[in-house]
């Protein structure tokens, strides 16, 4: 059985910082693409940054204009976690925040519809 559990969210004050962690059970960690959405309220679930698999230790990360700069997503095989480093926080990245994954993929989507498996998701609240 796939599961993924998010950690680290919580309230911080605008120009502060969090880790957000996702950790897998039940599947391989390094054969997926891993990706971060956020859904605030009474808005579409949205693309925050993705990472491709590592089995060539060739990785690729992706980001939204919005964060890029700002955050950063990693990946600890050894650890099956799945990371986003969020720096210079604002008040518009108060959202639920997701991980993912995409089983068939091997390379990171903006879009929702191509991961498969979805954590139950952690509050981030920025303050200003």
């Known amino acids: 059985q796939v599961q993924l559990v998010e950690y680290g969210g919580g309230l911080v004050q605008a120009g502060g910082s969090l880790r957000l962690s996702c950790t897998l059970s039940?599947?391989?960690?390094?054969?997926?693409?891993m990706a971060w959405f956020r859904q605030a309220p009474g808005k579409e679930r949205e693309f925050v940054a993705g990472?491709?698999?590592?089995?060539?230790?060739?990785?690729?990360?992706g980001y939204t204009d919005s964060v890029r700069g700002r955050f950063a997503i990693s990946r600890d095989n050894a650890k099956n976690t799945l990371y986003l480093r969020m720096n210079s926080l604002k008040p518009e990245d108060t959202a639920v925040y997701y991980c993912?994954?995409?089983?068939?993929?091997?390379?990171?989507?903006?879009?929702?519809?191509?991961?498969?498996?979805w954590g139950q998701g952690t509050q981030v609240t920025v303050s200003s």
């Open positions: 993912t994954l995409d089983s068939k993929g091997d390379h990171w989507s903006t879009s929702s519809a191509n991961y498969d498996y």
């Open positions: 039940g599947r391989t960690f390094s054969t997926y693409v």
């Open positions: 990472i491709t698999r590592s089995l060539s230790n060739i990785i690729s990360t």
